[in-house]
């Protein structure tokens, strides 16, 4: 009878820091790209929708978790970033005619300079008070946004065009179809780029912060620049999420960056795992889909119970704040948590531990 | 002239409400220290209870209140043994999130109940005007401010002089030393609870009686965040003063300049404030510095 291996044993620091040890990792990572590949032919239109929303969510979801889940840094200014973003690269794609990833790239530059500039007052006030004035940022920028005529076209809200890159031209009948290939490029790479920051000296001097700031002075992180960098590396993920979700929905109004947004963000984020790049995905098609699913039970169960149908978003408010309370108090490390003790059950099995 | 002092009434009427949510918010802060994003629900579910006893089962008035402030001190305990006991010692993220989701679910449960249509509720304050000095002044707008004044003499009258409200200030001074000396600090966590139900209650009924019972109240809560950094997290004078300066400031900025800018104004204010003197006027200078 041979010897099984008990554990995942490391013989080198090269081995160590690799993203995958075993190989069930890469059946895994396997499996989910012939899913992704396979997806846009299985779904209709109405679903690839959906999953077109998740890929945006991913992205800004990413983004808040390097700031939120891995610098330890709370705001509440995700719905103003994604204004910043989607405004910027609108605005240069319309008015200044630039071709589209030229502008969803100044966009991403122009809303990490915001998120530094915002992320200034993180230097002196922590915790309670920096929710508080990101709260505030968030009010004034989405108060910017609502009040200058610029950002209007006319009385109506700003409209993009539909986009289009040289030959390349996003088509009606198609459209669903295109938008998923290049959200999942965009996400892919948000994921991998916020996957290897952390394997970095910048994204562990993040988590330094976050864990001990007193410490991780002591053993040499510069914390100014570790924050401001958080707060620029997050909001230029945010600031793409913006800009791509502008160019997806092809009108940009202050109506869709409120502080709504900006706890909906928090939510995903919180139900996925703080500070784990995986769980920002699985956060964010989890908030994605439960007012789906809602719609589609009551829209199931609506003919029987007809007084369910005028009180969908209530019913969707009222299961939103209960999944956040619900997962903070039983399982506050998230669906990540969850899908890793499912990993270990098998591993182990038949033994406990 | 005249206008201007009708401006005072208006904006000293706004900041007494304003106080009175502050206070809840600043009682629960400082003896449990979470920072309750629910406060602005709690004013909206104070002023729907209060409308359904009194118009949908047609209680009297001051029973109708009566049964408010039990629901409200019900919900305040069960809030805190229920949702936040079971947090205590996690991190500020969790606790600030504990109660954003709170405030979804509230809600939407007075959605539920009530739809998102302002409720017609009969005017309980009178709604004449009486000439002083030469200018018009609302009399429910004024008695709102005496009522408030009232209620916060009596929170303070409680604070000083009860057996409960030492022990309260105790469990906030220090709660390891309260510990030792015999004061339950679990039951001042619900009490703290409880109280700031009730305080924001009788703000969403005044709230409601000057304006209109509606999910728009909540809104109105959000203020209750500059107040409080304006104040001093902290202090309970403190909440008085910034709630009549935000109040003040709002109903200025509206009249004499632009209506929009009066939603945000006090925002900018408020990171003046934390750009200036991030623990407040009053607040303890024990801010954790970075």
Redesign the interface.
Known sequence: MSATATGVYHRSYRRESALRHTKAEYFRLALMIVGLLVTPYVLDNYWLSIVNTILIAVIGAVGLNIL?GFT?Q?SLGQGGFLAIGAFSSALLYQRADLPAPLSIACAVVITAVAGALFGL?????????L???T???Q??IV?VA??WTFLRDGSAPLTVDRLSLGSFEIERQYFEWQWYWILLTFAVLAVLAARNLFRSSLGRSFMAVRDQ?IAASAIGVN?TRAKVTAFAVSSGFVGLAGALSAHYTETVTWEAFT?DVS?LY??MI?VGG?GTIAGSVYGAAFMVLVPVFIQETVGAVGDSVPVLLS?V??????V??????FF??FE?RGLAQIWQRMKDYIRFWPFRY | MSNFLTQTIYGVSDGAILALAALGFVLIYKSTGV?NFAQGEFLLIGAYTVYAAFVVFQLPLVLAVVVGILFAIVMGVLIERL?LR??VG?????V???T??????????A??FFGTRAVTQPAVLPRTTIELAGATFPLNRILVIVIAAVVLTLFTLFFQRSRHGIAMRAVADDQQAALTLGISVRRIFAMAWALAAVSALIGGVLLGDITEVSSRLTTFG?LV??VV?LGG?DSVPGTIVGGLVIGLSGQYVSSYWDP?LA??AP??L??AI??VR?YGLFGETR????
Not at chain 1, 121 to 129: D, H
Not at chain 2, 100 to 109: N, R
Not at chain 2, 287 to 290: A, H, T
């Open positions: 939120v330890g709370i007052p993180a230097l002196r006030i922590k915790g309670l008070y929710a508080i004035a709260l505030a940022s009010e004034i108060f609502r009040r700031d914390i502080l706890i928090l939510a919180i703080l009180r978003p209530a019913i969707e408010q009222v939103f704040g209960l999944v956040i309370i903070l108090l506050p | 920072i949702i079971p947090l996690e991190s500020a993220i969790s600030i999130m504990v954003i989701g709170l405030a979804a679910v509230l809600k939407a449960v959605q539920l959000l965040f500059p950094i997290l929009g939603q945000i925002y900018l408020l990171v934390l750009l991030p801010i954790e510095r970075v």
